[in-house]
């Protein structure tokens, strides 16, 4: 448990490092993707259509192991920015 809490600590300084000294190394960015929302149909097949009162959306994420100051790690958020919503 003391490496873990070790580790996020290690992660948080570097974040925080990284953000107070802006270079091309910043740790956060903004990813944009659009809303597909995935309809599933009587039939058993799913329809996707484009979300028209929100058609795009903007994610905040850093580049740090663990989620700092509300963002999702960009490892995470990445691969899930465009998939299908379902409803």
């Not at 948080?12 to 802006?22: D, G, M």
Request: positive net charge; aromatic residues 10%.
């Amino acid at each position: 448990m003391a490496a873990l809490a070790v580790l996020y600590v290690g992660d948080y300084l570097s974040v925080r490092i990284r953000a107070v000294h802006p270079k091309p190394a910043d740790p956060f960015e903004s990813l944009n993707g659009l809303r597909i929302l995935a309809i599933p149909e009587k039939n058993g097949k799913t329809e996707y259509e484009l979300d028209v009162q929100n058609p795009e959306q903007t994610v905040c994420c850093v580049h740090s192991l663990f989620p700092h100051y509300g963002c999702s790690p960009c490892w995470y958020v990445k691969p899930k920015i465009n998939k299908p919503i379902p409803m």
